[in-house]
């Protein structure tokens, strides 16, 4: 097969799709991980993809920076609200929760009735004073090094914490979520959220259909590494086909 039609087949392949995987495409197009490589390489700097961990997606589907959260805090707010009052309804008194950093998962920490009681253990500031308010939650902070803007702590000291920490629920913000996997923008806090992950009964994960066929920089786990997608609105088909063959279930608010 010419290097032309590979190329055309490369990029068709990702725009049915979204995300393929090197290894998909040495079967597709029969020739070695090394010419993959050389042909994502070449179409990256054409413009034409974005190469990931393990693959390709779409370029316009890469995210590379997050916007400061002072732009997303205004963002989607009613969408993000439902998100917040869904995922709130998850949570059973006298449970340890886990709630993670970001716009959305500070909606949750408002959503919670002011009668809750439990423990809500979280590495962001802002949810930690959201909860502060509610006299019969026990609010637990990782500590660490603090992020301006989400006031977000990460670092050896929020992995240890989390770590050590038997949650009941986690609840997870996303800078992107593709059949590639549940992504994010910051390397010192992927660490801190699969620790999270690793040690919760029930992990959900929140996402905004913005989000959607999305890739953040950071991949934080494939969609098998979560229990629940929470969002605002049905996901699109090759998303949904993921996540069911993940064993991953959605819930709608």
Do not use: W
């Amino acid at each position: 097969m010419l290097a032309a039609e590979r190329h055309r087949r490369i990029v068709a392949e990702i725009a049915r799709l979204k995300f393929v995987t090197t290894d998909d495409l040495t079967t597709l197009l029969d020739v070695s991980h090394e010419t993959v490589r050389r042909d994502l390489a070449l179409l990256e700097r054409r413009g034409e993809l974005s190469r990931v961990h393990g693959g390709a997606t779409s370029a316009q589907a890469s995210v590379g920076e997050e916007a400061p959260f002072s732009e997303r805090s205004g963002s989607l707010a009613v969408e993000k609200e439902t998100i917040g009052r869904a995922a709130a309804a998850l949570i059973e008194p006298n449970q340890t929760i886990v709630i993670d950093v970001g716009t959305t998962a500070l909606e949750v920490a408002r959503a919670l009735p002011a009668d809750h009681a439990g423990v809500i253990a979280t590495p962001s500031l802002l949810v930690a004073a959201e909860v502060s308010t509610r006299p019969r939650v026990e609010v637990l902070v990782s500590g660490g090094r603090l992020r301006a803007g989400d006031l977000a702590c990460s670092n050896a000291q929020a992995v240890e914490f989390f770590g050590n920490l038997r949650a009941d629920a986690v609840f997870l913000g996303s800078g992107g979520i593709a059949p590639y996997g549940l992504t994010d923008f910051h390397l010192d806090e992927v660490a801190t959220k699969r620790a999270m992950l690793a040690n919760a009964s029930h992990r959900y994960v929140l996402a905004d259909s913005s989000k959607f066929g999305r890739t953040a920089a950071h991949r934080v786990c494939e969609l098998d590494g979560f229990d629940t997608l929470v969002t605002d609105r049905p996901c699109p088909a090759d998303l949904r086909t993921a996540l069911t063959r993940a064993g991953a279930t959605v819930v709608v608010g």
